[in-house]
Structure formats: structure tokens, C-alpha cells
């Protein structure tokens, strides 16, 4: 059912002329209506996540093709001069994932009434950090360190 959410909201964002940082905003809040409702919905989550080696190993195929999707979006961005271009999108995508997954891992912990507060928050500060940067830009990609040929 996420997977399915996250394909649309892809999709969509592909043939949208909305900002990026309001698709990523609609991003994060769509795929958190269900977990809002419930704390104990993150914790049955994440204790799904680490019960077995099989289980795990679904899990991650499960997290490589939503990083994909995501990664799709933020090459997207990228390409629409509004995401940072010197790293690359899977990476600025699993960097996104991992904390708002952190965030909602926290959340689940006090399982108060603060989710929405803290994916907001969370959500301006990554902004700031994957925001199109013209100096960023003129890098394009971080390159790897050279090796040296050992003949």
C-alpha cells in the first residue's frame, strides 16, 4: 500500500509544475496518515524490521525500491534545477528517508500528539540541506577520491 502511494505521488510530481520542496512536503505528509493515527504502528514496523534475517531481507528489498522511487523524484528536482546537484540523487534519497524514518521512530517513542510538528521540522531542516546551491552546482557530483595505479 506505501509502495502504491509512493509510485502515485512520483508519478504525479513528474507531470507537475508544483516546487519540489511542496512535493516533498506532500511526499512525507501522504505517506504518514496511517502511522499518525497509531504510534504503536511504527514500533510494529520497526520490530518487523529487525525480527528475523528473512524478514529483514524482505524489508530491505522493500526499502532498496522506495529509495529507488525516491531517487527518482530527487533526480527529478535535480533536473528542475532545485535539488543540489553535487551528490547524487540515491543518496540524497536515502539521507531523506533515513531521517524521517528517524524522526518518526522518535515520535513513536513518546507517542504523543507531535508527529506533524516533528516531520515539519525535520522537513525545513533537510530543505536547507538538499536546496539547488549555485556553487553546489558548478561541482555537479561529488567525484570520488582518485586511486593510484599500482604497476
Do not use: C, Y
Not at 528517524?102 to 507531535?114: N, P, Q
Not at 531542516?125 to 553546489?136: D, K, N
Amino acid at each position: 500500500m506505501q509502495l502504491g502511494k509512493l509510485e502515485a505521488i512520483v508519478r504525479d510530481a513528474k507531470q507537475s509544475d508544483l516546487p519540489m520542496q511542496d512535493v516533498l512536503r506532500i511526499l512525507v505528509l501522504r505517506m504518514t496518515e496511517e502511522p499518525i493515527r497509531n504510534p504503536a504502528i511504527i514500533r510494529a514496523l520497526l520490530l518487523a524490521n529487525l525480527s528475523s534475517v528473512r524478514v529483514r531481507g524482505a524489508m530491505l528489498r522493500i526499502h532498496d525500491r522506495n529509495r529507488a522511487l525516491l531517487g527518482q523524484l530527487i533526480r527529478h528536482g535535480q533536473e528542475r534545477s532545485e535539488i543540489r546537484t553535487d551528490l547524487p540523487p540515491e543518496e540524497i534519497a536515502q539521507v531523506w528517508r533515513q531521517t524521517i524514518f528517524g524522526t518518526l521512530l522518535f515520535w513513536s517513542l513518546a507517542g504523543d500528539a507531535s508527529l506533524t510538528e516533528r516531520i515539519e521540522q525535520s522537513l525545513s531542516v533537510l530543505w536547507t540541506g538538499i536546496a539547488f546551491r549555485p556553487s553546489a552546482d558548478n561541482v555537479k557530483r561529488r567525484k570520488k577520491p582518485e586511486t593510484k595505479d599500482e604497476n
